[in-house]
C-alpha cells in the first residue's frame, strides 16, 4: 500500500528532532545509514527461507489427493504466513526506530528490475517495497517525511567528501580510497551520505516548505518495477 499524500505543497512536517538522514540499500546489511549506523538484515529472513523450502519438499513427496498431500500444503500455507508476519512485524518496529530519530529520510528510487539483474533472487526476499510502504505509512503519521531522489548518478563511485566521481567501481569493491582527496570510503556508507547530500541540496533548491517540486517528490510509489 502507498499512501498518497492529499496535500502536496502543505507542509504537515513537525521539527521535533531536527535530523534527517539518508540510507542505502543492501543485501546483507538491510540499511547503511549516513548517521554512522547500519541495519543488518535479521537472520530469520534466511532460516524462514529454509523452513519454506523443507515444508514445500514434503508437499511435493505426498500423493496428490491425499489427505497427507492436503496436511502438507496446509503446512505450507503456514509457513508462507508466518515468515511474511514475522517481517512485516520487523518492518514496523524498524519504521518506528528511524522516524523516532529523524524527521526527514532520505531514499534513492529503486529500481527492482535492475536490482534484480545486479543480485538476483534475494531482493525479492529482502522485500523493499514492503518495508518502503510501511516507513512511509509510519512517517505519515507521525508527521516525518520520506523523501526520494531520483538515483541522479550511481551513489555509490562518487565520493561523498569532495564530490570526485570514480569511472568505475566494481561491485565487490566495499571500500574505496578517493584519488582526489584521500578520503577512505566505505562503499554503502559513501552512498547514504551522497543521498542525504543530494536530497537536501535539492530540498534547499525548491524550498524547505514548498514539497513535491524539483526532482525531490514525497509520497511517491518508492519502485517502479
Ligand atoms: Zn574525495
Known amino acids: 500500500m502507498v499512501v498518497v499524500a492529499e496535500h502536496v505543497g502543505e507542509p504537515i512536517i513537525k521539527f521535533e528532532t531536527g535530523k534527517s538522514a539518508g540510507f542505502d540499500f543492501g543485501l546483507k546489511t538491510f540499511l547503511t545509514c549516513s548517521e554512522g549506523f547500519s541495519i543488518e538484515s535479521p537472520e530469520f529472513f534466511k532460516q524462514s527461507i529454509n523452513l519454506v523450502r523443507k515444508a514445500s519438499k514434503q508437499h511435493s513427496r505426498k500423493v496428490k489427493g491425499s489427505r497427507n498431500h492436503e496436511q502438507a500444503r496446509l503446512n505450507l500455507a503456514r509457513k508462507h504466513e508466518d515468515i511474511v508476519n514475522q517481517r512485516k512485524d520487523w518492518f514496523w518496529k524498524l519504521a518506528h526506530e528511524l522516524t523516532d530519530k529523524f524527521d526527514v529520510l532520505c531514499f534513492e528510487t529503486l529500481n ?7 543480485w538476483g533472487r534475494k531482493v525479492s526476499d529482502l522485500a523493499l517495497r514492503d518495508f518502503l510502504d510501511i516507513l512511509q505509512w509510519v512517517a505519515q503519521k507521525k508527521g516525518k517525511q520520506v523523501v526520494y531522489i531520483d538515483p541522479w548518478h550511481p551513489s555509490s563511485k562518487t ?9 568505475n567501481l566494481d561491485l565487490s569493491v566495499r571500500r574505496w580510497g578517493c584519488p582526489s582527496c584521500g578520503s577512505e ?6 552512498a547514504s551520505i551522497n543521498i542525504k547530500i543530494h536530497a537536501e541540496r535539492s530540498r534547499s533548491r525548491v524550498g524547505i516548505s514548498t514539497l513535491g517540486l524539483g526532482d525531490v517528490r514525497q509520497a511517491e510509489p518508492a519502485i517502479s518495477a
Open 112 to 118: 527492482l528490475k535492475g536490482m534484480k539483474r545486479l
Open 159 to 167: 565520493c561523498s567528501c569532495c564530490g570526485h566521481v570514480l569511472s
Open 185 to 190: 570510503n566505505d562503499r554503502d556508507e559513501n
